[in-house]
């Protein structure tokens, strides 16, 4: 006889078992979650993409005084390189997204999403800071991208503290053979 504390085994009258929870746990790395934001984000920069390349002729925002979608989608800075951002981000978000499917079959994969989890949550953030030091407005769009982003980054959490903890490791192997190739002690 089972229970969420554990089995009592009918051979040994009183003695209980202690079950493994850790199967029935949920999941710190929520991957459905964060391919469903991955869309969400995809599906915001398509009428940026639009607009910017002039597909077509308007990019409306809720009615806020805070937003000015054209005006800053339009403008010098969203066009690194002369590239519409929206573009860009379509090919990083669709490259996230790529990542998050592949990443339950492969190595490579899950170890590249952690870092490219922190590098769009991180982009997002600044993307967002620089449109309000810079136009004073955001672009609605954007930061529906930008939240996205943290949704995604809050999903794939245990993704990004694994990248970070192989990277610390990485720079703590290059550190350590380092100094014995210098004869340095520790």
Known sequence: MCSRWGCRDRESEGVVKVVDSSANAPRADNRPLLIVASCVALATLVPVALYQLKLISELPDPPLNVFDSERITMS?????????????????????????????????????????????VSVAAIN?????????????????????????????????????DEGVS????????????SGIPD
Not at 135 to 145: Q, V
Not at 146 to 164: D, F, W
């Open 76 to 120: 010098r800075t969203a066009h690194p390189m002369g590239v519409p951002d929206g573009l860009l981000g379509f090919a990083s978000f669709g490259t996230t997204l790529t990542l998050a499917l592949l990443a339950n079959r492969n190595r490579t994969a899950k170890r590249l999403l952690g870092a490219k989890l922190g590098m769009d």
């Open 128 to 164: 967002a800071v620089r449109q309000v030091a810079e136009f004073g407005k955001l672009c609605s769009w954007c930061t529906g991208t930008a939240l996205s982003a943290g949704v995604m980054a809050y999903a794939g959490r245990q993704s990004i503290r694994e990248a970070v």
């Open 170 to 181: 990485l720079v703590e192997n290059f550190r350590s053979k380092s100094l014995h190739s």
